[in-house]
Nanobody, 123 residues
């Protein structure tokens, strides 16, 4: 059974940094895309960043490009999201998700999701 468990969320001031982690279990994910998506109150879930199975391909939403960095450690079945220069508009629940096969920037294409971790950025 696939399980994804996020950690690292919290409250931070604008301009600060956080690092999210997501531990995946239940199978190997070396050939699968891993992504981070977020949902703010009253808004739809949106794509944030994704990384291909090999780690060689990374993709970012325009709103986070240059501030966030996604990476993965296949030996640990873990994906990370380093978030710098955080803004109040980054406040949301952040979800880790896996898409079997090719990476995707569309939330609807992901196959399994974690339960999410809250990130709150104060102004």
């Amino acid at each position: 059974q696939v399980q994804l468990v996020e950690s690292g969320g919290g409250l931070v001031q604008a301009g600060g940094s956080l690092r999210l982690s997501c531990a995946a279990s239940g199978r190997t994910f070396k050939s699968d895309g891993l992504g981070w998506l977020r949902q703010a109150p009253g808004k739809e879930r949106e794509f944030v960043a994704a990384v291909s199975g090999s780690g060689g391909g990374t993709y970012y939403a325009d709103s986070v490009k240059g501030r966030f960095t996604i990476s993965r450690d296949n030996a640990k079945n873990t994906v990370y999201l380093q978030m710098n220069s955080l803004k109040p508009e980054d406040t949301a629940v952040y979800y880790c998700a896996v898409r079997f096969g090719r990476v995707s920037t569309s939330p609807r294409n992901y196959d399994y999701w974690g339960q999410g971790t809250q990130v709150t950025v104060s102004s």
